[in-house]
């Protein structure tokens, strides 16, 4: 029986360049999965060809890892950007948090800042990230 050498996702570097060579994957995705593909292909026994079936199971599942990875992209940029318009809508309103030393404080949300992951609101004079506000009141 033939052994398949394994697949390290590596590439050969040449020796004049100054590019380091890349960390091996540590997931699978469709270079790896196709790179084994056509390897078990390569190395299967003749009088024993792999089953069609087990072929196109194995490529539907590829096809719907893909599909999940692109929906889970999908998904975290929806939340950012609903995020953001949550933040975005505090804007003139009376908001509440609790400070550093655990006491309640109140004030206008005078701006918001998206620079990271998760939206700051600026609170009075104080900086604040959207996940910290305990509660609005309603301006009349």
Do not use: C
């Not at 087990?54 to 999940?68: D, G, P, V």
């Not at 609170?123 to 506000?133: C, E, K, R, S, Y």
Request: proline share 6%; no cysteine.
């Amino acid at each position: 029986m033939t052994t398949i050498p394994p697949i390290t996702g590596t590439a050969a570097v040449d020796a004049n360049s100054a590019a380091s060579t890349p960390a091996p994957k540590q997931t699978l995705d469709a270079d790896v999965f196709m790179k084994l593909l056509v390897t078990q292909l390569s190395n299967q026994d003749p009088s024993s060809p792999m089953d069609t079936n087990e072929m196109i199971a194995q490529t539907t599942q590829l096809a719907s890892m893909e599909q999940l990875t692109a929906l889970a992209a999908t998904t975290t940029e929806s939340f950012a950007l609903s995020m953001r318009q949550t933040a975005a809508a505090l804007i003139g309103q009376e908001a509440q948090y609790v400070d550093a030393d655990g006491v309640e404080q109140s004030g206008i949300v005078s701006s918001v800042s998206f620079a990271g992951p998760i939206p700051i609101v600026t609170i009075g004079d104080t900086p604040v990230a959207l996940d910290a506000v305990s509660g609005l009141t309603l301006k009349s």
